[in-house]
């Protein structure tokens, strides 16, 4: 072997970078299970038949937002794609019409939250434009394929959404600003990373 082979196996050159590490696969396991479970305890809850709470409280976004502000890219990467059908594996909730499209919102949302992250820091509002970028984002997908939303209008439906997501939109700040108070970014806090 020649010296500059054997120099280049040394500074780790020719090791394959390893993407699921038993850290990464326990968050990703730990935040899968939030993210399960909080859908799962929105719609247990008793309410009248024509409310619709997962769609008011946003629990879906809860998991994936945590991991996004602490900068676990990859993690919340992995939630947004693979919650919305593990929901529906398990809870027939959303069906898989709603999940492909859950899913691009929920990308949309995490891809949002990082770039809010570096270009303007750790804010405790980061998860109200990124909730409007996702929803304008799903908008956009369902006025090019109707099917996502049943041949609805998209603006009208992305309007309805919005409005009845107000409040779950206030508990995404309200999350917001409890990473950021309890978990700040810097010296031993640990908090939100910038990308």
Do not use: K
């Amino acid at each position: 072997m020649s010296t500059a082979t054997t120099q280049a196996h040394a500074a780790g050159a020719g090791r394959a970078a390893r993407f699921l590490t038993l850290p990464a696969a326990r968050e990703l396991g730990i935040l899968l299970c939030l993210s399960l479970m909080f859908p799962f305890l929105i719609h247990i809850i008793p309410v009248p038949q024509d409310s619709r709470l997962g769609a008011r409280l946003l629990p879906m976004f809860y998991a994936p937002l945590l991991a996004a502000l602490v900068g676990r890219n990859g993690t919340a990467a992995a939630l947004a794609l693979l919650a919305p059908w593990l929901n529906w594996a398990l809870t027939s909730h959303p069906g898989p019409v709603g999940a492909s499209l859950m899913s691009l919102q929920l990308l949309v949302f995490v891809a949002v939250v990082r770039v809010l992250l570096a270009r303007v820091g750790p804010r405790w509002f980061l998860a109200a434009p990124a909730f409007l970028a996702c929803m304008a984002a799903a908008a956009l997908a369902a006025a090019a394929v109707p099917r996502l939303i049943d041949g609805r209008d998209a603006l009208a439906w992305a309007s309805a959404s919005v409005l009845t997501g107000i409040p779950g939109l206030f508990i995404l700040v309200g999350i917001n600003w409890m990473v950021l108070r309890f978990y700040p970014p810097g010296g031993q806090g640990g908090g939100p990373r910038f990308a």
